[in-house]
């Protein structure tokens, strides 16, 4: 059974359709990556995906369950990482993650979290006085501290440094290595290639392809270009349908 | 329950760490207690138009609903309001908990901010100008609680319905100065016109007034004033659970 499953997806806001019509499923334990130009509809596929929005139609269903109908239950397995959210400005690092870690009823240990993603010096920091990349791996240990089954990060590592990034991947890889399902949204192509076992490249609110990175390389026909990247292949799968 | 405590105690700390919002909430009570006090002529002898009272044993309980509207209209909207904006209630509602929680915790917080600045303002009115203690304690106590329950009501339900931090803001400013004036800041005890008392009593910080007024000088709030904050706090509390929007 896959962990996430989502037939014939369909949003809508007023009049500006965000996703068109999506179907994705996401096995145990892989790292699946949601890649696409920005107003895919990347983030509206995600956010029904982890309940916090209503689909017009399809179904999704999460470790088997409905995420809006059983809510509860989600909640407890599912680490979710929003593209944007802040913190109020005054709360110190340690103090979010020792208050979100005791929503959890089998949660991680948020100090060894806190030290693996580099956050150990500023543990006395409050939110506010955090520089953009420790408030983007603040929000990664969010995700995390609940110890879930799955984990879903929109826009991982905007606004991190290279070498975070790659300590990012690392962690992320890690994180899997303990049997997490990770699914992630990303625009960055290195990032889907070195990190991701398989992509759903979106576009205009549809999937266009869902491969392993290699495999869409292989695929690319891009003419004039002799050895397509990543990149060349997903421009080549999304360019037809943006407008 | 655990999940409970540790919002509250974090939102305690959150509080503590704001030093203007603090000032506000805890010490201008009591400094307002203090300069009225000292500077208002006549304000410390009896007046016969009390029955003999002196005239700040009677603006003391108005300071208190006072400290109950800005705690409410200004503060806990503000924080409200800006929780959602910034995506802190979305955050929450992606975790087991329910943002509701949240709200619930700055209710605690706010709710004991203001037990703490009225304390003060007794304190300073006890020691400093010898006003002596409430004549029903009890009726005090109830008519305070409830009173602080309808406008907590009041500012969630202005929270909800108001689609940002800024309108929210606003909107709580423009109920917050008419309800001083129904609470009786500029015209206190019997002094307020018989007119403007009908309508206070159905206002839900006029009965608090009214209420903790009466308690104050002796008697039992009466039972109008307490339907009232009773009424507002079930019907405007259950708009804002059923219009509440957590973005
Ligand atoms: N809350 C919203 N209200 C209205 N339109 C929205 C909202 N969120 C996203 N959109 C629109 O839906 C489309 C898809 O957005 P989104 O899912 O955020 O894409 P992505 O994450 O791939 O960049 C965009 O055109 C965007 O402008
Ligand atoms: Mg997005």
Same mark, same amino acid.
């Given at each position: 059974?896959?962990?996430?499953?989502?037939?014939?997806?369909?949003?809508?806001?007023?009049?500006?359709?965000?996703?068109?019509?999506?179907?994705?499923?996401?096995?145990?334990?892989?790292?699946?990556?949601?890649?696409?130009?920005?107003?895919?509809?990347?983030?509206?596929?995600?956010?029904?995906?982890?309940?916090?929005?209503?689909?017009?139609?399809?179904?999704?269903?999460?470790?088997?369950?409905?995420?809006?109908?059983?809510?509860?239950?989600?909640?407890?397995?599912?680490?979710?990482?929003?593209?944007?959210?802040?913190?109020?400005?005054?709360?110190?690092?340690?103090?979010?993650?020792?208050?979100?870690?005791?929503?959890?009823?089998?949660?991680?240990?948020?100090?060894?979290?806190?030290?693996?993603?580099?956050?150990?010096?500023?543990?006395?920091?409050?939110?506010?006085?955090?520089?953009?990349?420790?408030?983007?791996?603040?929000?990664?240990?969010?995700?995390?501290?609940?110890?879930?089954?799955?984990?879903?990060?929109?826009?991982?590592?905007?606004?991190?440094?290279?070498?975070?990034?790659?300590?990012?991947?690392?962690?992320?890889?890690?994180?899997?290595?303990?049997?997490?399902?990770?699914?992630?949204?990303?625009?960055?192509?290195?990032?889907?290639?070195?990190?991701?076992?398989?992509?759903?490249?979106?576009?205009?609110?549809?999937?266009?392809?869902?491969?392993?990175?290699?495999?869409?390389?292989?695929?690319?026909?891009?003419?004039?270009?002799?050895?397509?990247?990543?990149?060349?292949?997903?421009?080549?799968?999304?360019?037809?349908?943006?407008? | 329950?655990?999940?409970?405590?540790?919002?509250?105690?974090?939102?305690?700390?959150?509080?503590?760490?704001?030093?203007?919002?603090?000032?506000?909430?805890?010490?201008?009570?009591?400094?307002?207690?203090?300069?009225?006090?000292?500077?208002?002529?006549?304000?410390?002898?009896?007046?016969?138009?009390?029955?003999?009272?002196?005239?700040?044993?009677?603006?003391?309980?108005? $300071?208190?609903?006072?400290?109950?509207?800005?705690?409410?209209?200004?503060?806990?909207?503000?924080?409200?309001?800006?929780?959602?904006?910034?995506?802190?209630?979305?955050?929450?509602? $992606?975790?087991?908990?329910?943002?509701?929680?949240?709200?619930?915790?700055?209710?605690?917080?706010?709710?004991?901010?203001?037990?703490?600045?009225?304390?003060?303002?007794?304190?300073?009115?006890?020691?400093?100008?010898?006003?002596?203690?409430?004549?029903?304690?009890?009726? +005090?106590?109830?008519?305070?609680?409830?009173?602080?329950?309808?406008?907590?009501?009041?500012?969630?339900?202005?929270?909800?319905?108001?689609?940002?931090?800024?309108?929210?803001?606003?909107?709580?400013?423009?109920?917050?100065?008419?309800?001083?004036?129904?609470?009786?800041?500029?015209?206190?005890?019997?002094?307020?016109?018989?007119?403007?008392?009908?309508?206070?009593?159905?206002?839900?910080?006029?009965?608090?007034?009214?209420?903790?007024?009466?308690?104050?000088?002796?008697?039992?709030?009466?039972?109008?004033?307490?339907?009232?904050?009773?009424? +507002? $706090?079930?019907?405007?509390?259950?708009?804002?659970?059923?219009?509440?929007?957590?973005?």
């Amino acid at each position: 059974m896959p962990v996430i499953e989502v037939r014939n997806l369909r949003k809508q806001y007023a009049d500006q359709v965000a996703v068109a019509d999506v179907s994705l499923s996401v096995d145990e334990g892989e790292i699946f990556g949601l890649v696409g130009p920005n107003g895919a509809g990347k983030t509206t596929t995600v956010e029904c995906i982890e309940g916090l929005r209503t689909a017009d139609s399809g179904t999704v269903r999460v470790l088997g369950l409905d995420p809006r109908r059983d809510r509860a239950a989600v909640r407890q397995k599912l680490g979710i990482q929003l593209q944007e959210s802040q913190l109020p400005d005054r709360i110190k690092v340690w103090e979010v993650l020792d208050l979100y870690s005791s929503f959890y009823p089998h949660p991680a240990d948020w100090r060894a979290l806190m030290d693996e993603l580099g956050l150990g010096p500023k543990r006395n920091t409050v939110f506010a006085k955090l520089s953009g990349g420790q408030k983007q791996r603040l929000s990664i240990a969010l995700a995390l501290v609940g110890n879930p089954s799955v984990a879903i990060l929109d826009e991982l590592t905007t606004g991190l440094d290279p070498q975070a990034r790659r300590d990012t991947w690392e962690l992320i890889r890690h994180v899997r290595d303990r049997g997490v399902t990770v699914l992630l949204v990303t625009h960055f192509m290195d990032e889907a290639e070195r990190l991701c076992d398989r992509l759903a490249v979106v576009a205009a609110g549809r999937v266009v392809a869902v491969d392993t990175p290699r495999n869409l390389i292989a695929g690319a026909q891009v003419p004039g270009v002799e050895r397509p990247t990543l990149e060349d292949a997903i421009l080549s799968l999304t360019s037809a349908r943006s407008i | 329950m655990t999940a409970l405590a540790k919002i509250i105690r974090v939102e305690a700390k959150l509080f503590l760490r704001d030093p203007v919002g603090m000032f506000f909430a805890i010490a201008f009570p009591a400094l307002l207690i203090l300069v009225l006090g000292l500077a208002m002529p006549g304000i410390r002898e009896p007046a016969d138009e009390l029955d003999g009272r002196l005239p700040l044993e009677v603006y003391l309980p108005i $300071t208190m609903t006072l400290a109950i509207a800005t705690v409410t209209m200004m503060t806990l909207v503000g924080v409200v309001g800006s929780y959602r904006e910034r995506g802190i209630l979305r955050r929450l509602s $992606t975790t087991p908990v329910s943002p509701t929680a949240l709200l619930v915790a700055q209710v605690a917080v706010n709710v004991a901010a203001l037990l703490v600045a009225c304390g003060l303002a007794w304190l300073v009115a006890a020691t400093v100008f010898d006003v002596p203690p409430p004549g029903n304690a009890v009726g +005090f106590v109830l008519a305070f609680t409830l009173g602080a329950s309808a406008m907590c009501a009041l500012a969630l339900l202005v929270a909800a319905v108001t689609p940002s931090a800024r309108a929210s803001m606003g909107v709580g400013q423009l109920i917050y100065f008419p309800m001083m004036f129904f609470a009786g800041v500029w015209t206190p005890g019997p002094q307020m016109p018989d007119l403007v008392r009908k309508i206070a009593d159905f206002t839900p910080l006029g009965a608090a007034s009214l209420a903790v007024q009466d308690a104050w000088a002796g008697s039992w709030p009466t039972l109008l004033h307490l339907a009232v904050m009773v009424a +507002f $706090t079930v019907v405007l509390g259950g708009l804002a659970a059923r219009y509440f929007r957590w973005e």
